[in-house]
């Protein structure tokens, strides 16, 4: 068999691998779908609404494992942890870790573990808020489990969304996974100090953001040095 043939061959397979269950069944798994997601929706606008009664800014963290949401948000703590109360629920499949980190860094901090699920929704963070003194807090970040597909069927109720990619994921990150970015008012480009290492192609990466959503704001950022980490407090709209 020639490579061209085989090559076909194996395409034909990923395409019939990819044929989604047909009739009923198909119908039944996107209304219970829809059905939970619109519960959702629900759910974290009453979410919205009790930050806001409040005067509690929201800001929710999603991003790739390892793309540095946590680093980023301790640098922000660093810059504004005395000037707000701020609570931080970060979301993990197991362990305190990212908890425990940002608990270092003058924030109050509970960690959700999801268990089997890809991502938070409402009602993890309607189960912390409702069990809160939210009168003790001028700013909440909520950092999603580590994970660019799942986290889009699930809005949390805040009232930013971030997502955050790195440049060692690769130039084609952005492009391979639009709906969060979709869905988010900014894309950071993080870790810019490794830049001369991987000669990653990060204005691939800042037009794909803005052709998927002309409306995102992109900032690239290093929480390891704190590039540019002021501009993106700005950008937040937190102050210098
Ligand atoms: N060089 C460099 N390393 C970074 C940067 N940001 C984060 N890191 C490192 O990348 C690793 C992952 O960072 P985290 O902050 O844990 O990333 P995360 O997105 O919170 O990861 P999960 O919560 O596990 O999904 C750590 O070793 C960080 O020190 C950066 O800007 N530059
Ligand atoms: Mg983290």
Request: aromatic residues 4%; hydrophobic residues 40%.
């Amino acid at each position: 068999m020639s490579d061209k043939e085989e090559r076909e061959i194996q395409r034909f397979m990923e395409l019939d691998s990819n044929k989604l269950t047909k009739g009923k069944e198909r119908e039944l798994a996107i209304q219970i779908e829809e059905d939970i997601m619109k519960q959702n929706e629900i759910l974290a606008d009453q979410i919205n609404q009790e930050f806001k009664k409040h005067n509690i800014k929201s800001v929710d963290i999603v991003g790739a494992i390892g793309a540095g949401k946590t680093a980023i948000i301790e640098k922000i703590l660093e810059k504004l942890g005395s000037k707000y109360r701020i609570l931080v629920i970060c979301g993990d499949v197991t362990t305190r870790v990212d908890a425990n980190r940002i608990e270092k860094h003058n924030a109050e901090s509970i960690q959700i573990n999801t268990g089997r699920e890809c991502a938070l929704n409402a009602y993890h963070i309607n189960q912390i808020i409702k069990n809160k003194d939210l009168n003790n807090y001028d700013l909440i970040f909520i950092e999603n489990v580590g994970n660019l597909i799942c986290p889009s069927d699930f809005v949390l109720g805040t009232d930013k969304r971030i997502t955050i990619v790195s440049i060692t994921e690769g130039e084609w990150v952005i492009e391979k996974h639009p709906m969060l970015f979709k869905m988010s008012d900014i894309a950071v480009i993080n870790k810019i100090d490794l830049a001369e290492i991987l000669e990653t192609n990060i204005d691939k990466m800042i037009s794909d953001a803005k052709k998927i959503n002309p409306n995102i704001q992109v900032i690239t950022t290093s929480a390891k040095t704190g590039e540019n980490i002021n501009k993106l407090i700005e950008i937040i709209g937190l102050g210098k």
